[in-house]
């Protein structure tokens, strides 16, 4: 909370400091040095705080909460003349108060994401399972064989190298083996469990297409890149099974 209440501070400043009027700003700016490395580091600083700053503003935007830039200024001169409309405690209460509030409206736009993500899944699985070419096992996992293979299938305890790109329905990438040109290698009860039952079902050699409910995923978990309860797409190929010595020897 602390270093919150810090960071809405220093925010405040670096707005105040740089919203001079016009003509200042044009003086200034044509004023500035960065020909040493501590003028640069300087800059930097400010340059750090202010993209923070921007970013903040806006985020608070989206979420509804947009803050008077003017007194943001006022608050800063008034503070830096000693003449605060308001003192520490008061300070505290009222930044307090808007973290707290963030935090809600950010706590609400999530759930109304997550529900949207749940229907919007239901949805695509439904559909996706009427189509030509897909298997829908017990568990909800639905695939498509691209590419069948005449190797082996790996169980569960096995170690497998893989090819992979994952999507979000929108067909967003958020991650793939391909576009960072390395296989990847992991042990098959490690990984989300539409994974491990899935690469189960491929021979060596194959590359499938799986459609993984969220309950088979990340479920509720927001991770970013990821919203929760997001029904995800892969594409895998299944290169190899390691054996116990190649295995330990790539941990």
Excluded at 54 to 81: I, P
Excluded at 115 to 132: I, M, P, V
Excluded at 205 to 216: H, M, Q, R, V
Aim: charged share 30%; proline share 2%.
């Amino acid at each position: 909370m602390k270093k919150t209440i810090k960071l809405s501070l220093i925010a405040a400043s670096v707005l105040a400091l740089t919203a001079c009027n016009q003509e200042a700003q044009k003086e200034q700016q044509a004023e500035v040095k960065l020909d040493t490395e501590i003028q640069q580091q300087a800059y930097g600083i400010g340059a750090s705080v202010g993209n923070f700053l921007n970013k903040d503003l806006a985020d608070k935007k989206e979420l509804g909460v947009e803050l008077d830039q003017e007194l943001l200024m006022r608050g800063f001169e008034d503070a830096l003349a000693g003449n605060s409309k308001l003192d520490e405690e008061k300070i505290r209460t009222v930044l307090t108060a808007l973290d707290t509030n963030i935090r809600t409206k950010q706590e609400q736009k999530a759930k109304v994401e997550a529900e949207k993500s749940k229907a919007e899944g239901e949805k695509y699985l439904t559909d996706n399972a009427q189509k030509e070419g897909v298997t829908v096992t017990e568990s909800g996992l639905q695939y498509e064989v691209i590419t069948q293979g005449d190797g082996e299938k790996p169980v569960a305890t096995d170690v497998v190298k893989v090819h992979y790109k994952g999507t979000l329905l929108d067909g967003t990438e958020f991650d793939s083996s391909y576009a960072r040109d390395e296989p990847t290698t992991f042990p098959l009860n490690r990984v989300i469990s539409g994974w491990t039952e899935g690469l189960q079902l491929m021979p060596v050699g194959s590359k499938y297409k799986f459609t993984i409910p969220a309950e088979l995923a990340y479920g509720d978990r927001d991770l970013g890149k990821i919203p929760a309860n997001s029904t995800l797409v892969f594409e895998v190929e299944l290169l190899e099974i390691q054996d116990e010595e190649k295995a330990a020897a790539a941990e």
